[in-house]
């Protein structure tokens, strides 16, 4: 019989935890997780680096008490009477900001390995909304007919995928003092939300409607401390060295925010969905930014080879 291969890869070193009762270990868990990716060299072992390089404000407590999970700031879904009248005059983009737009949108298409055409630039989320909150960024939508880079539309969105998330981690760029995020869209897909404009044909493709909405943010915060639990999870994967487990967990993870989102996108409430909502909670405590910074981590520590 062949022995069990042991794996001698460094591992970061795990806390210890203590107490008597599941919950109070959950709770030091927890603690444990918490300093790990919420704060910069959480980690004893500083060769693999921690997942988060910022100070976080983590969010949650424990499973039993998942009502106390989030600050919420109300103000952050409120609905105004007007558009940001920092972005919008007379229902229209401001000049400045569109043309600063469809300078970043063709410099990120230049500066692609290969050529793309661009179909549009679009304006959409929270900004091109009634639902803006000084927590919202600016959407900016790069369309390009994917079938015209290759045939392989899911390839050509891998690459695209990967191309901006590059972009988006290299540079921050605000305006207004809010935080422009790139999307690359293919032209065949279809894409939900009350408010999208057009940058290119300085017009509204849907116009969004002012509608006092009440939102659920009760169950939004449970929506959103179920997954950050999920994230305390992987996180302790980590700890423990189990990296193949991590990306394993981290993709199942994102693949199931994407799935809920999108079926409260697809709802009448869409925007502001508990779905949404807590999609929107999971950004703003950056723990998105924490998932994917987990999976780097893990793949570079796999393909570590100690001396």
């Known amino acids: 019989m062949s022995q069990k291969k042991v794996d001698q890869r460094k591992r970061p070193e795990p806390s210890q935890i203590t107490g008597n009762s599941a919950q109070q270990g959950y709770k030091s868990q927890r603690r444990k997780n918490g300093k790990m990716y919420t704060s910069a060299g959480g980690l004893k072992n500083k060769g693999s680096g921690s997942p988060y390089t910022k100070n976080v404000k983590p969010f949650g407590t424990d499973s039993l008490r998942f009502e106390e999970a989030l600050e919420v700031d109300p103000e952050g879904f409120s609905i105004n009477d007007q558009l940001d009248p920092q972005i919008w005059f007379k229902d229209r ?34 900004l091109a909304n009634y639902n803006w909150s000084k927590y919202s960024d600016i959407d900016l939508h790069i369309v390009i007919d994917f079938t ?15 191309k ?11 305006i207004k003092d809010y935080d422009v995020e790139l999307y690359v869209e ?17 017009d509204w493709i ?45 993709d199942r993870i994102k693949k199931k925010i994407r799935s809920m989102r999108q079926a409260g996108l697809d709802t009448e409430a869409m925007e502001f969905s508990p779905e949404n909502i807590a999609f929107k909670l999971l950004r703003r405590n950056q723990l998105l930014d924490v998932l994917t910074k987990l999976k780097y981590r893990s793949y570079d520590q796999s393909m570590t080879l100690d001396d």
Not at 96 to 125: C, E, H, M, Y
Not at 148 to 162: G, I, P, T, W, Y
Not at 164 to 174: A, T
Not at 223 to 232: S, V
């Open 93 to 126: 983009l401001r000049a400045p900001i569109k043309s600063r737009l469809l300078l970043i949108a063709k410099d990120f298409v230049d500066n692609l390995p290969f050529k793309a055409k661009i179909q549009d630039v679009r304006f959409t989320g929270s």
């Open 148 to 162: 015209d880079v290759d045939d392989n539309r899911s390839l050509v969105k891998e690459m695209f995928d990967a």
């Open 164 to 174: 901006r998330l590059r972009w988006n981690e290299l540079h921050d760029i605000k």
């Open 186 to 202: 293919d032209v065949n897909e279809s894409h939900t939300s009350s408010g999208i404009y057009s940058v290119m044909n300085d």
């Open 206 to 250: 849907q116009h969004p409607e002012q509608v006092d909405r009440a939102i659920d943010l009760e169950t939004a915060e449970k929506k959103a401390a179920d997954i950050e639990q999920q994230i305390n999870g992987v996180a302790a994967l980590f700890a423990r060295g189990e990296f193949e487990k991590v990306m394993t967990h981290v």
